[in-house]
Structures are given as structure tokens and as C-alpha cells.
């Protein structure tokens, strides 16, 4: 299969950066109708343990874009908070997402499933992936990668798997294997995706996130198993063995499961690549999160040059 030419094209419907914003995919080879969830096969080549990512949000952008749970056809939409569309706030020394972030298809973190080592159930979306790589991805990008490791966040007293991977056409591919390679070639990456993770709903008045395994980064024999788990957590999802809640199961792939449509059925808006909406100028704002203090009492200090305010988490 050659993954130098796209196999998914886009259809774009409203404005980025509303309510109303949904990114479909049709499948180039045959022109129908895929859900990024349930149709994107998760292995891009078994053989060699490459792996499917959808991108979801770009490096160095803010907007929460991710793939819909209860939409039908599981486009990709922005997030709210208060209702309004959701914007990651920028807490210092970073810009927006420190990686490309996204999603890997067919994987669900079951929120029936109490994992033993987190002691926390899954959060019920496709397990999350941050590539490192050199480039920088756009929204509803479906790339190739290898899987390098695992940081166990606890979101809200939830099990939130966070895979680390690399485009399998980064300059570095080849030299990073595992978690260890990821360390002794980008010094620093892990430290800070761990800082990031920590803080990055501080902003927003929440406390800061904590994590499972001591906060430990698992190696590449760990996350495959972690996705192993989610693969087959989601083929029980999809098939209709376990409850779905609010999940579209909607297909058009999946012979035998419950929610397989016929692709003739499913009909895609046009392409409509419109102009972002403007984005108020407070989410445009970066954060100081004191680290020391958010240790000794949860109370932080943030803002920009003149601060400001302080929290009180407590």
C-alpha cells in the first residue's frame, strides 16, 4: 500500500472554530462514505506494527478538535466548554499542543472496564496519540506511524491512555524504537508532554491532572499491549456486545455489525473549506502555572505581562 498518496479526502462543513464545524471523510479508492472511529483500519501494516493516526489538533494550534462519539459517521467537530467551542489554552513555555495529537481508529478505552494498573475505568473515546515528528499535521490528516511508548494520565478520575508515536516518514523514524530512543535523541520531549498533560486544564479552573504508574512513560512492549486491549474493547463495542450509550456505531465497512450502512445510503456534504470564525482575543492568552506553588497549596498564579489572578483550587 503506498502511504505517499492520500487514502481519505475530506469534506469540511462550516466554519472552523464553531458549533457547526464537521470534517467527514470518503475513502479516495472508492469514493464512499468512512467513519475515522469505526472504519480507518487501526493497522496500516500488521507486519510491521505501523499503525493509522488521525490528526486531529495540529502542533502549536489551541482549537480541541476530535473525533464525534455520538454523530453519525463520527466526523471530527470541536469540543465545547460552557457551550462554547473549546480552545486549550496556552500555558507557558508552550504554544497550543506540543505535537501533532489525535486518535488511533478501532480502539476504545471501555468506561465499563476498571484497567488493574490505573485502577480507573476507561474514558470512552479512541485511544489518544501524540506524534513528535518534524512536521506539522492538519486536522482529519490520517497518518502512518510506529508506537514508541505510553504515559497513563487519570482525566478526571478516568484511565486516559496517551500514546507516544512517529510518523514512520520522519527524518528520525529510524532511530527511534522505543520510549529509551525517544529521550537519548529529543532530551526533554518526555518531561515536557508529562508538564503539559499536568497543567493544561489549570487555565480553566480545574486542578491538575494526575497520572497512573507514578507518572511513568511505559515502553513500546507496554503501549502495544495497551492498545491491544483498546482494539479489542472497541471490536466488542462495535459488534454490539457492550452497551454503547451515546456512541454512533453508524459504518460502512463493518459486514455483520450492528451499525453497517449501505455506503450508498450515506450521503456526504460538499466540501465547503470555509474561513475560520474569530477567535475572542482572551483565548488567545497564555498562562503562567507556578509549578512550586501548584505543589505546596494548589493555588496558582497566571496571566500575561501585567498578571493578574490567582486561583484558588483548593
Given at each position: 500500500?503506498?502511504?505517499?498518496k ?70 471530527i467537530t ?90 514512520v ?14 529521550e ?32 511513568k512513560?511505559?515502553?513500546?512492549a ?12 472497541w ?71 501585567s ?8
Amino acid at each position: 500500500m503506498d502511504s505517499s498518496k492520500p487514502q481519505y479526502s475530506l469534506r469540511r462543513v462550516g466554519h472552523p472554530f464553531t458549533k457547526d464545524y464537521q470534517v467527514y471523510f470518503e475513502r479516495n479508492a472508492d469514493k464512499i462514505a468512512v467513519s475515522p472511529f469505526h472504519d480507518i483500519p487501526l493497522h496500516h501494516d500488521e507486519a510491521r506494527n505501523v499503525f493509522n493516526m488521525v490528526v486531529e489538533v495540529p502542533r502549536w494550534t489551541n482549537a480541541k478538535f476530535e473525533i464525534s462519539r455520538g454523530k453519525s459517521m463520527n466526523p471530527i467537530t470541536q469540543d465545547t466548554l460552557d457551550g462554547n467551542p473549546r480552545f486549550t489554552r496556552s500555558c507557558f513555555p508552550y504554544k497550543g499542543y506540543i505535537w501533532n495529537y489525535g486518535a488511533l481508529p478501532q480502539t476504545w478505552e471501555d468506561p465499563h472496564y476498571t484497567d488493574p494498573d490505573t485502577d480507573a475505568k476507561g474514558d470512552n473515546d479512541p485511544i489518544d496519540a501524540c506524534e513528535i515528528g518534524r512536521a506539522i499535521a492538519k486536522t482529519g490528516d490520517v497518518k502512518q506511524v510506529k508506537i514508541l511508548g505510553v504515559l497513563g494520565l487519570l482525566d478526571e478520575g478516568e484511565t486516559d491512555w496517551k500514546l507516544i508515536v512517529i510518523d514512520v516518514t520522519d527524518p528520525l523514524a529510524d532511530k527511534l524504537h522505543d520510549i529509551s530512543d525517544v529521550e537519548k535523541h529529543l532530551p526533554g520531549l518526555l518531561d515536557a508532554t508529562r508538564d503539559w498533560f499536568r497543567i493544561y486544564m489549570v487555565p480553566n479552573g480545574y486542578p491538575p491532572n494526575e497520572y497512573a504508574l507514578e507518572g511513568k512513560f511505559m515502553d513500546k512492549a507496554y503501549a502495544l499491549k495497551v492498545v491491544k486491549e483498546c482494539s479489542e474493547a472497541w471490536r466488542r463495542l462495535v459488534h454490539g456486545k457492550v452497551e454503547k450509550g451515546g456512541i454512533s456505531l453508524h459504518n460502512t465497512t463493518l459486514s455483520g455489525t450492528p451499525g453497517k450502512l449501505d455506503p450508498k445510503d450515506v450521503g456526504l456534504p460538499a466540501d465547503e473549506n470555509l474561513s475560520p470564525a474569530p477567535v475572542p482575543q482572551e483565548l488567545e492568552e497564555w498562562f503562567y502555572v507556578d509549578r512550586e506553588r501548584l505543589e505546596d497549596d494548589k493555588k496558582l498564579v497566571h496571566g500575561g505581562d501585567s498578571l493578574c489572578i490567582t486561583l484558588d483550587l483548593a
